[in-house]
T-cell receptor, first 117, second 111 residues
């Protein structure tokens, strides 16, 4: 069975601070995909990134970066120089590889990030 | 291109009633999935459809059913509503089976 754990329920930072959101996952599959989604107060889940289990390269996109480590089953997300607009609930998710038919996402419980001015 | 659309935005129902939620995927996407998100929790997978066939079902009772139409839009039906069915229902479509793009959701309140 798949499981995703986001141990940090809430994080509060002051604008311009760096913040890391932790994600630990469990799966018995050798091929899987990891995701991060952002959910602002409006409620819509916004796709941020997808990584597959064969690619452990870290990725950077602007102020966002992701650290994938298979050895510790972690896929952490760092926001550099946080801004008030980053305030949202962030979800880490895991899926097995079903192929072109799609996949089932297993979500963590989410981390609420509050960035204060 | 338009994103995933869902209707209605909000809905209030009484216990025992049934409800139908609708979803239109992004143009070209053939896979649609449904998730339930209870307040304060992560979304839980309900169904996944691809080319009008059910490809996956989560741990939900038979009161929940869904279907996908030839134009790839989808409906989620819930019968005999319970107070615990109150949640945000999210629809997601996928272009390649891996990246899922979510709609704004339908907030269902059961009284």
């Amino acid at each position: 069975a798949q499981k995703v754990t986001q141990a940090q329920t809430e994080i509060s930072v002051v604008e311009k601070e760096d913040v890391t959101l932790d994600c630990v996952y469990e799966t018995r599959d050798t091929t899987y995909y990891l995701f991060w989604y952002k959910q602002p107060p409006s409620g819509e889940l916004v796709f941020l990134i997808r990584r597959n289990s064969f690619d452990e390269q870290n990725e950077i996109s602007g102020r966002y970066s992701w650290n994938f480590q298979k050895s510790t089953s972690s896929f952490n997300f760092t926001i550099t120089a946080s801004q008030v607009v980053d305030s949202a609930v962030y979800f880490c998710a895991l899926s097995e590889a079903w192929g072109n038919a799609g996949n089932m996402l297993t979500f963590g419980g989410g981390t609420r990030l509050m960035v204060k001015p | 291109d338009a994103g995933v659309t869902q209707s209605p935005t909000h809905l209030i129902k009484t216990r025992g009633q049934h409800v139908t939620l609708r979803c239109s995927p992004i143009s070209g996407h053939k896979s649609v999935s449904w998730y339930q998100q209870v307040l304060g929790q992560g979304p839980q997978f309900i169904f996944q459809y691809y080319e009008k066939e059910e490809r996956g079902r989560g741990n939900f009772p038979d009161r929940f059913s869904a279907r996908q139409f030839p134009n790839y839009s989808s409906e989620l039906n819930v019968n005999a509503l319970l107070l615990g069915d109150s949640a945000l229902y999210l629809c997601a479509s996928s272009p390649d089976g891996y990246e899922q793009y979510f709609g704004p959701g339908t907030r269902l309140t059961v009284t």
